[in-house]
């Protein structure tokens, strides 16, 4: 799957600081419905980009309270990314959430229910 955020990642992406992340197991490898539902559910921050464990580098989600880096899968020695805020976090939590109303609104939407079309 292409980077959705490749050019931000490399113009603004920075490391963060995983010590002391606090582990809120959830559902092994998905990252980003996971990190997604925090976001919606408990007003962390979300952020994307990759993620180090074992010496290898992945494509990751997690979320951030406050200073704490929230991990919801296994824990990683090292971080990298960006903060998606807006309509970026909108976009992320609709795209990857299995949440009941995230779901009916991407079928929604998909569907075209709430907006034209006309230019695709």
């Given amino acids: ?41 408990l007003g962390y921050r979300l952020l994307t980009g990759w993620a180090c464990s074992g010496g ?20 990683r020695d090292a971080y990298f990314g960006i903060e998606l805020s807006g309509e970026d976090a909108l976009l992320a939590w609709l795209n990857n959430s299995e949440e009941n109303a995230a779901v009916q609104l991407r079928d929604a939407l998909n569907r075209g229910k709430f907006f034209s079309r006309k230019n695709e």
């Fill in 56 to 75: 290898i580098w992945r494509r990751h989600a997690w979320c951030m309270d406050g200073d704490i880096v929230c991990e919801t899968t296994v824990p």
């Fill in 1 to 41: 799957m292409p980077e959705p955020f490749l050019d931000r990642l490399v113009r603004d992406g920075k490391p963060v600081d995983g010590s002391g992340a606090r582990l809120k197991k959830m559902r092994t490898s998905f990252c980003f419905s996971n990190s997604a539902a925090l976001w919606n559910r």
